[in-house]
């Protein structure tokens, strides 16, 4: 009962993060089941905004659609240099 009692705070930025981590993980599964270097298809899909980088297998390129390419380059930055 006392849970209910206290407010909780969700963070949205965790939030984000943790989503866009998740749909690259798919979208790299995806790519390599089709055969493709995920690091080149995934770059090359940032930097030039053209999703035919990335394939439609398992719904890859849809998923990877739904995510601000900034906010994809941000988290990958973050990632790197906390790491």
């Given amino acids: 009962m006392d849970s209910l009692e206290n407010t909780r705070l ?3 930025d965790e939030i984000t ?3 866009v981590e998740t749909t690259l993980d798919e979208v790299k599964d ?5 055969g493709y270097d ?4 995934i770059v090359g899909y ?4 053209d999703s ?3 394939t439609n297998y398992n719904n890859a ?3 990877i659609l739904t995510l601000d ?3 994809i380059l941000e988290v990958i930055v973050k990632e790197y240099l906390e790491n």
Wanted: glycine share 8%.
């Fill in 61 to 63: 390129r849809d998923k």
């Fill in 30 to 34: 995806a790519l390599i089941e089709k």
């Fill in 46 to 49: 940032l930097v030039s905004g």
């Fill in 52 to 54: 035919g980088y990335i």
């Fill in 10 to 12: 969700f963070e949205i």
């Fill in 69 to 71: 390419r900034a906010k």
């Fill in 38 to 41: 995920p690091v080149s298809q």
């Fill in 17 to 19: 993060c943790a989503l």
